[in-house]
């Protein structure tokens, strides 16, 4: 059991020490900032319950990242630590208390309130009025030399000649990039703190220059001779020395009084010409601030209290219509850039005409857009009240707008409704769109499964009329590709070699392939394993004897409706005659007597070396099923790198046995 909980534990630390190293080192994150919070409170929350679980890299441990070897180290003189957060009122009492039972006596707290600029802070040492050095922060303890690059800056003063100005002393503050100024360089970074972290991390100063930073000063680090009583004092005399603070500092002295300014302060945010995550709560009484002093990672004396990463606003440029691989008309709303938890969002989907017309959705209206976990981003409500005179309705097109036919919603018998999309009349490759999209599902995973030629290299190579048909991919001019931008030797040789060994294939993944609606990889088994041979389809279809698909267990009158429709169309017909003499179609090969008779499994998380779909056709050869939800039924969960917990718990619960991925490697042969 214990065992377990340490693996556990280990897998998250590793995991953050990753995602640590992608957002402080290399400025390029890869998961959300909101995922990356998630993952520190879950170690976090694991060392409370379990304290034998320890590790150095814990995030209670640990500030950014060690610093790179491409630049000088430097020694902080006061460590530049991380804040503690916190996502709600109970947090806030909770850090109130802390700090009244640490000082040990009944003290009326006040607070400074600073906007928590999402950008990456810097320390700039000044000696005589004079900057000296500037400083990342590099892991808290050591930073880098990036003196030059911060010149560049122009809110940085290089010299101070205030008499009041203190001789020696370290101004901490943030530095970032405003939202337009990003809307222009968005293609180049994640979001906009990578942008100025990126930008004040290059090696020639002359790069940092030509991306327009910005510097707000909010604290100092070391500061010799230090008398000042307050920090809103010290807040008003960096203004005065010619350094930036934000306008928005204010003083509030009750925890209630704390949780109305972030109310209104996160609908507010939106309107700044900078991204802010959070505010910071900092005792605003120096004398405490030093008695309550900090732990290994933060101060105690301060928190930030997170803003929901979850949604955030932005204007509606104009609204476009995707046309998908089944003909549905999707309405997409370009939206101007912007920043919802770390991730930069720009096309945003409106599912359909109703939700248009329900929720009234216009091309220039300001829209609250929510984007959390792997939901696409999509439109909560728009602001009236910011709605201007020039808004415009949307009308949406009646006929395709990538072939030009008619646009159809579909009556549903049963439900005696009409669908709620609307869908390009045509079936088939006549339509531009859709025949992307029909190459791109036939090259993908759980289909021919081609690596190397992904949906970008489709799209490509239809633009160059390399692709007009799946069959093209079998003839394609190879000289011609090793002579694109892009294409070297390797990469044509890699490509070849995984459509040469897409040439074989089961019956079941050859009827996906070929991208019938409803018609999805578990239909497709069901009929691959009741008509046995390419022969025994192609038959089916020249007959037209759909119906007969009716007796197979799981068929429904969706799917024959379907599958009708689609033969209609004589050039669908006529590419699943021309792949069945290209192509070796093998019969769906169930091993009945497999080593995995009878037994149900679940993966979850990343596998190692191999695809889902891989290991989910690896179970079925060997006799064995696959079921998606844990229950009873359920033999085995086999955890993949980065599992879901849900599923962990649940399974547990239900005594279901949790195999590694060795484990069932091992179990396999
Ligand atoms: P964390 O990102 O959790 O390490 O939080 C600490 C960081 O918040 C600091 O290193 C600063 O980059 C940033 N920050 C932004 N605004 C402020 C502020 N007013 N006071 C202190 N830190 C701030």
Redesign the pocket.
């Known amino acids: 059991m214990n065992k377990n909980i340490k693996q556990n534990y280990l897998n998250k630390i590793n995991e953050f020490k990753k995602h640590n190293k992608l957002y402080y080192e290399n400025s390029s994150p890869i998961i959300s900032d909101k995922e990356f919070d998630k993952l520190k409170k879950e170690i976090l929350d694991l060392e409370k319950k379990y304290i034998f679980l320890k590790s150095n890299f814990s995030p209670l441990k640990s ?2 990242f060690k610093p790179s070897k491409n630049f000088l180290k430097f020694k902080h003189r006061q460590k ?1 630590l ?2 503690s ?1 916190a996502f709600n009122e109970e947090d806030l009492i909770n850090f109130e208390k802390k700090i009244l039972n640490f000082l040990n006596e009944k003290v009326n707290l006040d607070y400074s309130v ?4 999402d ?3 810097a320390s700039l040492t000044y000696k005589n009025g004079n900057l000296v050095i500037g400083v990342s ?1 590099g892991d808290g303890k050591e930073g880098e030399i990036i003196t030059d690059n911060l010149k560049t800056i122009k809110d940085i003063p290089h010299k101070v000649k205030n008499s009041n100005f203190p001789k020696d002393i370290e101004i901490r503050g ?1 530095v970032f990039i405003n939202k337009n100024d990003f809307e222009k360089i968005k293609d180049n970074f994640a979001n906009p703190r990578n942008a100025a972290s990126g930008s004040l991390r290059q090696k020639n100063p002359e790069e940092t220059r030509k991306i327009p930073l910005n510097f707000i000063a ?2 100092f680090g070391y500061f010799e001779d230090n008398k000042y009583k307050l920090q809103s004092d010290f807040l008003k005399d960096l203004k005065l020395w010619g350094f930036k603070t934000s306008e928005h500092n204010k003083i509030e002295k009750s925890i209630s009084g704390l949780v109305s300014l972030h109310k209104k302060f996160e609908k507010e945010r939106f309107q700044l010409e900078y991204d802010v995550d959070g505010l ?1 709560y ?1 005792i605003n009484n120096l004398k405490l601030q030093k008695r309550l002093g900090f732990t290994s990672n933060a101060p105690r004396w ?1 928190i ?1 209290h997170k803003f929901s990463a979850d949604y955030s606003y932005s204007e509606i440029l104009n609204i476009e219509i995707q046309v998908g691989r089944t003909g549905a008309l999707t309405p997409v709303a370009k939206v101007k850039a912007v920043n919802i938890g770390g991730v930069v969002v720009s096309n945003v989907t409106l599912h359909n005409e109703d939700e248009i017309l329900r929720k009234d959705i216009r091309i220039g209206d300001t829209a609250k857009i929510e984007r959390a976990g792997d939901v696409i981003p999509h439109v909560i409500e728009v602001d009236l009240k910011k709605r201007k005179n020039s808004s415009k309705k949307f009308i949406f097109p009646n006929n395709c707008p990538s072939c030009g036919s008619k646009t159809e919603k579909e009556f549903n018998k049963i439900t005696k409704k009409y669908d709620a999309v609307r869908r390009c009349s045509s079936e088939g490759f006549e339509c531009e769109k859709i025949a992307i999209e029909k190459l791109k599902h036939f090259i993908s995973k759980e289909a021919l499964n081609i690596d190397g030629l992904g949906k970008r290299v489709i799209e490509k190579f239809w633009d160059l009329k390399l692709i007009n048909s799946p069959e093209d991919i079998f003839k394609l001019d190879y000289d011609k590709i090793s002579n694109l931008d892009g294409w070297g030797k390797q990469s044509v040789s890699n490509l070849k070699y995984s459509i040469e060994k897409a040439r074989e294939v089961t019956l079941d993944r050859f009827i996906f392939s070929i991208g019938v609606r409803h018609i999805g990889i578990e239909n497709a088994k069901l009929i691959a394993d009741n008509l046995k041979t390419i022969e025994g389809f192609i038959d089916i279809i020249n007959k037209k004897n759909i119906n007969e698909l009716l007796n197979i267990d799981g068929i429904g009158e969706t799917q024959i409706q379907s599958i009708k429709k689609f033969i209609k169309n004589k050039e669908n017909i006529n590419i699943i005659n021309k792949l069945s003499k290209i192509l070796s179609i093998k019969k769906l090969e169930i091993n009945k007597k497999g080593r995995l008779k009878g037994k149900t499994f679940m993966f979850t998380g990343k596998l190692a070396g191999i695809s889902r779909a891989e290991a989910k056709s690896l179970v079925e050869k060997n006799s064995g099923s696959i079921v998606s939800t844990v229950n009873q039924k359920l033999n085995y969960l086999v955890l993949g790198e980065k599992p879901t917990n849900k599923k962990i718990e649940l399974a547990k619960k239900l005594s279901v046995k949790i195999i590694s991925q060795q484990e069932w490697t091992k179990l396999l042969n």
Do not use: F, H, Q
Request: no cysteine.
């Open positions: 500030v950014g530049m991380s804040l957060n600073e906007p928590k600029i950008g990456i802070s922060r943030e909010y604290t910071v900092k301060a930030a």
